[in-house]
């Protein structure tokens, strides 16, 4: 019986590690030359529409699905990432934002978040197909950092 249950058990483990990669989040530096056709143009457009330079490009792919970011930086020094779907929709943009430009809710979030000796590190607005549906925030204490995301009204976001 105690042999059945060991084979069972090294099936289960097998099976396991052999489906992990299928569930794992690989990502990878990828030239813009190499970019699919549709990933290219959508990042070639939104980069000169918002005349920023391309910091570098990146694939991931996360539970099967195939997505492509693009870190630049805008005419104005901000940075700007945002994100393109295998077929070249435009998906989340990242833009950095100043602490002073915050609706106030949003700006009190932050304060809170940074009570204590918090530090922060990156603060953006988040926009998707074109609409600004939110905020993230980084705050580093005590020698870790915690992202926060969120809403317009300054409401966390759930975990």
Same mark, same amino acid.
């Given at each position: 019986?105690?042999?059945?249950?060991?084979?069972?058990?090294?099936?289960?483990?097998?099976?396991?590690?052999? #489906?992990?990669?299928?569930?794992?989040?690989?990502?990878?530096?990828?030239?813009?030359?190499?970019?699919?056709?549709?990933?290219?143009?959508?990042?070639?457009?939104?980069?000169?529409?918002?005349?920023?330079?391309?910091?570098?490009?990146?694939?991931?792919? *996360?539970?099967?699905?195939?997505?492509? $970011?693009?870190? %630049?930086?805008?005419?104005?020094?901000? $940075?700007?990432?945002?994100?393109?779907?295998?077929?070249?929709?435009?998906?989340?943009? $990242?833009? #950095?934002? $100043?602490?002073?430009?915050?609706?106030?809710?949003?700006? #009190?979030?932050?304060?809170? *978040?940074?009570?204590? @000796? @918090?530090?922060?590190?990156?603060?953006? %607005?988040?926009?998707?197909?074109?609409?600004?549906?939110?905020? @993230?925030?980084?705050?580093?204490?005590? @020698?870790?950092?915690?992202?926060?995301?969120?809403?317009?009204?300054?409401?966390?976001?759930?975990?």
């Amino acid at each position: 019986m105690k042999i059945h249950e060991n084979a069972v058990l090294s099936i289960a483990l097998l099976t396991a590690l052999c #489906a992990a990669p299928a569930f794992a989040i690989t990502e990878k530096p990828i030239a813009v030359r190499d970019l699919p056709a549709a990933v290219r143009k959508t990042i070639e457009s939104q980069v000169g529409s918002t005349g920023a330079k391309i910091k570098h490009t990146t694939v991931e792919v *996360a539970k099967g699905k195939t997505m492509y $970011e693009c870190e %630049s930086v805008r005419a104005n020094g901000k $940075e700007q990432d945002f994100e393109v779907d295998a077929q070249g929709k435009l998906g989340e943009v $990242e833009d #950095a934002v $100043e602490l002073s430009a915050l609706p106030a809710a949003v700006k #009190a979030a932050v304060d809170k *978040a940074m009570e204590g @000796g @918090g530090v922060l590190k990156e603060l953006v %607005s988040v926009t998707r197909d074109g609409k600004l549906t939110g905020y @993230g925030a980084t705050v580093a204490k005590n @020698g870790k950092s915690r992202e926060y995301e969120m809403g317009l009204d300054g409401r966390l976001a759930k975990d």
